[in-house]
């Protein structure tokens, strides 16, 4: 399984590095060294010149295409502002211009890191909607881990959690494609059983997002 870490932490040490490369060995069984994390303090001139741009440097294309080509993803953001930081946000702007359906179907953990327990609630009101948006698949259990929680049982719990339930996600979706990343049919869909025969297909990258729906919904009527 190939996970990739995208940890937007800024300081040297970084508790949002350590945090994401605890959630990586757990859901993979590597050791820290041996998981791809993805810095993005180190990326940051590179994604402001790719906005004015267009085109990424060598270096953030690099970055892309390995969230692109992962088998799971893990994100990890320090909380500002009560939402996630500014440079966290961007590099998944320049993923998305780039190529849309980069995290379509894509099994996705979200962790945040704070000062205060008081910020709990970003996972939820800020990172899942907008992987959900990226059409990625966000696994149920996410992490928050204020300074306090560092050396806590209870962190301990989330992050075995959660990393379990990326690793059987990410399981489940390559098994069903063929464990090729795309299936015998190119399209990485999951058979839906019903009655016990496998009659339907599904396709998590062709969702037809809610807001399309509704607008063909008031052009028909």
Do not use: C
Not at 13 to 33: D, F, H, I, K, Y
Not at 55 to 62: E, K, S, V, W
């Amino acid at each position: 399984m190939s996970v990739v870490v995208v940890s937007a932490g800024l300081s040297v040490p970084s508790s949002t590095r350590l945090l994401g490369e605890r959630l990586a060995a757990a859901a993979t069984g590597q050791a820290p060294s041996d998981v791809r994390v993805i810095e993005l303090r180190d990326l940051a001139v590179d994604i402001a010149h790719n906005f004015t741009s267009g085109f990424p440097a060598p270096a953030l294309a690099d970055a892309m295409d390995a969230v692109t080509g992962a088998d799971g993803l893990i994100v990890v953001t320090p909380v500002f502002s009560a939402s996630y930081s500014g440079l966290f946000k961007s590099f998944f702007d320049v993923l998305g211009v780039r190529d849309r359906e980069a995290l379509a179907g894509k099994p996705v953990l979200i962790a945040a890191t704070g000062g205060t327990p008081r910020h709990s609630l970003v996972l939820e009101h800020a990172l899942r909607p907008l992987f959900a948006h990226l059409r990625a698949v966000v696994v149920p259990t996410g992490v928050y881990a204020p300074s306090q929680d560092w050396g806590d049982k209870g962190l301990d719990a989330r992050i075995e959690r959660a990393a379990g339930e990326l690793a059987a996600l990410t399981g489940a979706l390559s098994a069903a494609s063929g464990g090729t990343g795309g299936g015998a049919d190119g399209g990485g869909a999951i058979s839906v059983t019903r009655g016990g025969a496998a009659d339907d297909k599904f396709d998590a990258r062709n969702v037809v997002p809610f807001e399309e729906q509704l607008a063909a919904l008031r052009s028909a009527g």
